[in-house]
């Protein structure tokens, strides 16, 4: 089996999931004819012809809203945000309408909200947010945000067949550099289950998306003083495997959390709060967090560099946890 | 030929103190001038420090781990001849800084005006600039590193529960000399834990006390919860010795701990009363003094053998069968109580468990018992009898399942059956209680347990005196 990109990955899943239901269709900025931004749809219109990959006007909120009106009718729409920085655009249908549909009228919405997402990319403040936090906070939704070409297949099936609405966060810094080779057959991942990246016995990284790959190199310098790292890889923010989370932390006795978003308000927080209320009595040193500082991200390289959370960040904090 | 200072700058206009997390240099070490020399961190950022000048790193004055107020001289760097230090040493100065992180720094103000003093927890009011290192004041002023000291982590602490350990006896290795996790299950690995907890029922340890244990150890609230009562005026207010403070904690800890539960047993001490009289001088020629107490014990020890749940201890969510047969014999002392212990007791004859129980009491007395001789019982025996007690209800000595208590052993008048003519007679009487924990030892093999003991009493073999 040849070895496919995070980016070919996903559009393995949408393909194989729209061959598998009539259902399934694609909407979105300029994703048929062009192939979408990053030309992650690129060839599904010629495939699957323009009803099914429709292109639309630049309206977010008219997407979300089309998108909940033909769930309701028994359709899987898969919407793509052009930036995920302009799902704000949507954040009233999102939060307002498709995450309350299912409560206050028993219309549930089996769609997906997709888009390239983070930085690390020199894109500067409206090209490299992270804005899961912001629907962290809304129940009703479903979130995911993979980090390896395996699971970026397999959560996006996963994500389409879900009854309910799943934002699907994809990196733009991991569309190409990252790469897998694809299980064979009906490739699901599922939604809600953390993934261990790396084995460890002294400190549990609990991170996603980008930053697990930062970790991992974090876990390989540190390894060469003798400190053994778990990289717990989350997959699933939304609902949270705090399971997979409890079981490291009293494994390892130290939880770092990490992730690219600004720390204030970041999804870190909650994971320290859970970790605090679920497993307090197996800390062997306060629980941290590396993150973004609380700043637009700048345009200037050096500026990103310093901005974003970097391996030697999650070292430094390493060092001081385990001597703390 | 200068030396220089290096001070812990301050990192953030609201940062009082900061923590030495390693030295990236060593004395002796060359520098450059901006070459990063230490990390440290702060309530707010953690960065690597920058040599104020080049040099030859001469002193290390606050070592890994240690907290310091802001300004403090952390270490001296010797410089080369001619060369010019910058103007405050320690400022990630210009732009060169190759620490990144530093640059988030506000520049040390260099008036001393009024920088954080009120805020440093440091010993001595510190409005001067280099508050010399840390360590304790020896005024009665709590020192950073003391305050730190007694600081531990939570999985510590819960850990240290477990074992009715005393965290401040406990060698830290983390920063500022806390105690980490791999510090506390090394204590209790090379021993330390059973030292320190051997309590329980009757118990405690007095020259068991690890010797770390720092004499002017603050005194230290028993276990939480625990109502204080008032001294009324002309009282005698007695504080807590330290084997008082652990006889305490452990009697609480057992009650919380184990559900205990208790069964009296009458014991016709006859048969062992005639062999005693008869063995007495025999024993005593030889050195040793022949009890009830021993015969009880032996009694004891062998029908632990046949009943291993009442020679067990409760792990976590399991029964831990004991290999060994470990006699604990509670030992009253004239400043407390303490419980040496009879290893292998199923293995020695009436004449050697006499003699152990002889000789751990008398040392007990003299203080002369080493560590491992109150360690790893698996059951103990108490005799509140000799103190003419009737029978006692005994707390559990942790982590053990059961404890027998001895009562007095007086003739009565009692109702004997002799070829089915049943009459009164004088027999050497008395009562065993057993407190077991019904967490893993039910009633019935208890009441098993103490039959086995009971008729092994009565029914005493001659050839085993």
Redesign the interface.
């Known amino acids: 089996m040849a070895e496919v990109t995070y980016l070919e990955a996903i559009r393995e899943g949408i393909t194989e999931e729209m061959e598998r239901d009539q259902n399934v269709f694609c909407l979105g900025e300029d994703i048929g004819k062009y192939g979408g931004a990053f030309k992650v749809t690129e060839g599904l219109q010629d495939r699957f012809g323009e009803k099914r990959v429709i292109d639309t006007p630049i309206s977010e909120a008219a997407i979300v809203g089309a998108a909940a009106g033909a769930s309701h009718m028994g359709l899987r729409p898969v919407c793509e945000m052009q930036f995920i920085d302009f799902i704000s655009c949507a954040y009233d249908m999102l939060t307002n309408y498709v995450a309350t549909a299912r409560y206050r009228a028993f219309l549930p919405c089996p769609m997906v909200v997709r888009g390239p997402s983070g930085g690390y990319v020199r894109g500067g403040p409206f090209h490299s947010q992270n804005p899961e936090a912001a629907f962290l906070h809304t129940p009703g939704l479903k979130i995911v945000y993979p980090a390896t070409a395996e699971d970026a297949k397999g959560l996006i099936k996963s994500a389409i067949r879900d009854d309910d609405c799943v934002l699907f966060f994809e990196h733009k810094y991991l569309y190409r550099r990252v790469k897998g080779t694809m299980p064979a057959g009906d490739h699901v991942v599922p939604i809600g289950k953390a993934r261990v990246a790396r084995e460890g016995t002294d400190l549990s990284v609990i991170t996603y998306a980008a930053t697990v790959w930062k970790a991992l190199e974090a876990a390989e310098e540190l390894a060469k003083d003798g400190v053994s790292v778990e990289v717990i890889d989350l997959r699933t923010l939304l609902p949270m495997d705090d399971e997979a989370i409890v079981a490291s932390v009293k494994k390892t006795?130290r939880a770092l959390v990490v992730h690219e978003d600004t720390v204030t308000g970041g999804i870190a927080g909650e994971i320290t709060a859970r970790i605090n209320e679920l497993c307090?009595?197996?800390?062997?040193?306060p629980v941290r967090r590396v993150a973004a500082h609380d700043v637009p991200l700048p345009y200037a390289p050096t500026l990103e560099d310093?901005v974003l959370p970097q391996t030697s960040d999650i070292v430094?904090?390493a060092?001081?946890m385990v001597?703390? | 030929m200068a030396r220089i200072d290096v001070i812990m700058p301050q990192m953030g206009e609201s940062i009082a103190e900061g923590t030495i997390s390693r030295w990236i240099k060593k004395v002796g070490d060359a520098v450059k001038r901006d070459e990063p020399i230490f990390e440290i961190s702060t309530d707010k950022v953690d960065a690597e420090i920058p040599s104020p000048t080049a040099g030859t790193l001469a002193e290390i004055l606050v070592q890994e781990g240690q907290t310091v107020a802001v300004q403090t001289v952390v270490a001296r760097i010797e410089t080369e001849a001619g060369a010019v230090a910058a103007p405050a040493a320690g400022a990630p100065a210009g732009g060169t800084a190759a620490a990144a992180p530093a640059a988030v720094a506000t520049p040390p103000a260099p008036a001393p005006s009024a920088p954080a003093a009120a805020a440093a927890p440091a010993a001595a009011p510190s409005t001067a600039r280099p508050a010399p290192a840390p360590t304790p004041a020896g005024n009665g002023v709590e020192s950073i590193e003391e305050r730190l000291r007694r600081r531990s982590t939570p999985v510590v602490r819960k850990i240290a529960a477990e074992h009715g350990l005393d965290i401040s006896s406990i060698p830290g290795t983390g920063m500022a000399g806390r105690v980490t996790k791999s510090d506390v299950i090394g204590y209790i690995e090379a021993g330390g834990a059973a030292a320190a907890a051997p309590a329980a029922a009757p118990v405690s340890a007095p020259a068991v006390a690890p010797a770390a244990a720092p004499a002017a150890a603050p005194p230290v609230a028993v276990p939480a919860g625990y109502p204080a009562a008032d001294a009324w005026e002309g009282d005698t207010v007695e504080p807590w010795s330290r084997i008082r403070k652990l006889t305490a904690e452990h009697m609480i800890m057992s009650r919380r701990t184990s559900a205990h539960v208790a069964t009296f047993f009458d014991i016709d001490y006859s048969r062992v009363a005639q062999l005693r009289a008869k063995k007495k001088a025999e024993y005593a020629a030889r050195g040793v003094n022949l009890t009830f107490l021993a015969f009880i014990a032996k009694a004891v020890a062998d029908s632990l053998r046949k009943h291993p749940t009442v020679n067990a201890a409760v792990g976590h969510e399991t029964t831990i069968l004991r290999r060994d047969i470990n006699l604990g014999i509670a030992v009253a002392l004239d400043w407390g109580l303490i419980v040496p212990v009879i290893k292998h007791a199923d293995e020695l004859s009436l004449l050697g468990l006499a003699r152990s129980i002889n000789d751990l009491a008398e040392r007990a007395r003299g203080k002369k018992l080493s560590p491992d001789e109150v360690q790893k019982g698996t059951f103990t025996i108490t005799n509140p009898g000799v103190f003419g007690s009737t029978i006692g209800v005994p707390i559990i000595n942790q982590p053990q399942v059961a404890i027998l208590a001895v009562g007095t052993i007086t003739k009565q008048p009692a109702v004997m059956t002799v070829d089915g003519v049943d009459s009164i007679g004088i027999r050497t009487m008395g009562m065993l209680s057993l407190s077991f924990d019904h967490r893993i030892v039910d009633g019935s093999d208890a009441d098993k347990f103490m039959a086995d003991v009971k008729k092994s009493i009565e029914t005493f073999s001659e050839g085993a005196v």
């Open positions: 006795n307090f009595e197996w800390l062997d040193a310093f430094r904090a060092r001081w001597a703390y």
